[in-house]
């Protein structure tokens, strides 16, 4: 039997659920030669680490996570469509003369939000991503494929922030995209249907989040995409004024979704038993 290798690569990676996620995938479908793992690797040694592993044949690809997103791009052979417009990956496979790139962030997302009920071939909604990294790119986009056309970032960094509206503005005809730093916060979120967090603010070790929903219109729904603690701050505080919230454990799912059937040849199916699981593994509860 041919071992079959896969790992989540992050710098930190200690908090990471994708390895139980996959695991629990593994043994429901009887995948026995299937190896799910962390690797921490710090920023600088990612691109050396993915070069040795590719001379491993075991190895059949990867998820990337914080902060790698951006700088893996550089060593795919290949890129999807979809990590190429985005400009970051998440997810590698293994393809004949090197690594192949895939982001499948903004796919989770959106389904996440399906599930919880944004309609997004309904009426144009204004949307608010909070973050400018690798995350942040692929969720963007992915709201752009759905057709939406109005979207503002907000970002610590202003000049970053207008740097990937820019980009997306040209990679998408007829959008409008801007892009503002952090102090536009409450003149921005008055207006907002739809508000994403994709920084690692409010996860363990990582900085508070440091606002509150006040003006926020009482239909916003807010997305956290931090899923250890489940029950963040951005989350705790949109309940407090009243929003509909949905936290980052449906987009972890469905975002592994097309990298298990890329890596194992089976379509793994999102249900309420593996959501249990995950949430036990993190001592929280719906």
């Given amino acids: 039997m041919t071992e079959k290798k896969v790992a989540v690569i992050g710098f930190p990676v200690s908090h990471s659920l994708?390895?139980?996620?996959?695991?629990?995938?593994?043994?429901?479908?009887?995948?026995?030669?299937?190896?799910?793992?962390?690797?921490?690797?710090k920023p600088g040694d990612l691109?050396?680490?993915?070069?040795?592993?590719?001379?491993?044949?075991?190895?059949?690809?990867?998820?990337?996570?914080?902060?790698h997103k951006e700088e893996a791009l550089h060593v795919c052979r290949t890129l999807t469509w979809r990590a190429e417009r985005m400009g970051a990956v998440n997810t590698l496979f293994r393809g004949e003369k090197g690594w192949i790139g895939d982001n499948t962030d903004g796919w989770g997302a959106v389904r996440s939000l399906e599930e919880a009920g944004v309609d997004f071939?309904?009426?144009?909604?204004?949307?608010?991503?909070?973050?400018?990294?690798?995350?942040?790119?692929?969720?963007?986009?992915a709201f752009l494929e759905e057709g939406q056309k109005s979207i503002v970032i907000l970002n610590r960094s202003c000049e970053k922030a207008r740097s990937l509206a820019l980009s997306l503005r040209e990679s998408h005809e007829g959008c409008s995209v801007e892009g503002y730093g952090f102090d536009k916060w409450h003149e921005v979120i008055r207006e907002g249907d739809l508000i994403v967090q994709t920084t690692p603010m409010g996860m363990v070790?990582?900085?508070?989040?440091?606002?509150?929903?006040?003006?926020a219109k009482g239909s916003c729904v807010v997305m956290d995409i931090v899923y250890r603690p489940l029950h963040t701050p951005c989350l705790v505080r949109a309940r407090e004024a009243g929003l509909a919230t949905v936290d980052g454990l449906g987009m972890l799912m469905y975002q592994g979704v097309p990298g298990f059937e890329g890596w194992f040849g089976v379509k793994p199916e999102v249900d309420g038993s593996l959501r249990r699981s995950l949430l036990e593994a993190i001592g929280e509860r719906d």
Avoid: Q
Wanted: aromatic share 12%.
């Fill in 205 to 215: 070790g990582c900085p508070d989040f440091p606002f509150d929903f006040e003006g």
């Fill in 47 to 67: 691109v050396r680490m993915l070069e040795e592993s590719f001379e491993d044949t075991a190895w059949r690809g990867f998820n990337i996570t914080i902060p």
């Fill in 121 to 141: 071939k309904g009426e144009e909604l204004r949307i608010v991503v909070v973050g400018a990294g690798g995350a942040a790119r692929g969720i963007t986009h």
């Fill in 18 to 41: 994708s390895p139980l996620m996959h695991t629990t995938w593994l043994r429901k479908y009887g995948i026995e030669e299937g190896v799910y793992e962390k690797k921490e690797v």
